[in-house]
């Protein structure tokens, strides 16, 4: 029998075929979808939206335009919605601009991770402290457009929204 020394690695752990052969599939799988993630973001850009200047989540309040969050036209029909996300809420709340309105969204969070979601719409976005996430998308449908927390983010995170009005103008 065994004369004292350690079996080998063969003896001491059975792999049935089969496991091995999904063991090799599974692992082919990681480095092919860790590939995709590499090649999606060199050769098309993907990754997080924004710029990457940086911002200090603790004075982003304090001047500029976190300071005052909110609408502005920037040019007739072109707006910035400036909004900051914090435990457990969206300021503004509300917002509203005419039909035909293109919206660049700036959104930033003072404490934890956030989400910003606009429903029917392409915005959907992770919003982190220290770093300002950036999405256009331009309304032509009137309407209301809610705003959703996306991340779980605490406590009230179910009562983290607010709404866009989007309306028919005269
Ligand atoms: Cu903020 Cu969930």
Redesign the pocket.
């Known amino acids: 029998m065994n004369d004292g020394q350690l079996p080998a690695p063969e003896e001491s752990m059975h792999i049935d075929p089969y496991e091995r052969q999904w063991i090799r599939v599974s692992i082919v799988v990681l480095v092919a979808f860790g590939a995709l993630v590499v090649l999606a973001s060199v050769l098309f850009g993907f990754g997080l939206t924004g710029d990457h200047a940086g911002v200090d989540p603790a004075t982003v309040t304090e001047s500029g335009p976190f300071a005052e969050p909110g609408l502005r036209e920037i040019e007739p029909g072109k707006y910035e919605a400036y909004i900051v ?4 809420a969206f300021i503004p709340s509300t917002l509203t601009v005419p039909v035909g309105a293109e919206v660049t969204f700036h959104v930033t ?1 003072v404490d ?4 910003f979601i606009l429903k029917d719409t392409n915005v959907n976005m992770q ?1 982190v402290p220290g770093e300002v996430s950036i999405l256009t998308t331009t309304f032509d449908q009137a309407g209301t457009y809610h705003y ?7 406590i ?3 009562a ?1 929204f607010g709404s866009l009005t989007v309306e028919e103008q005269p």
């Open positions: 996300a914090q435990t457990f969070s934890v991770q956030h989400g919003v959703i927390c996306s991340e779980y983010c605490g009230g995170h179910h983290m």
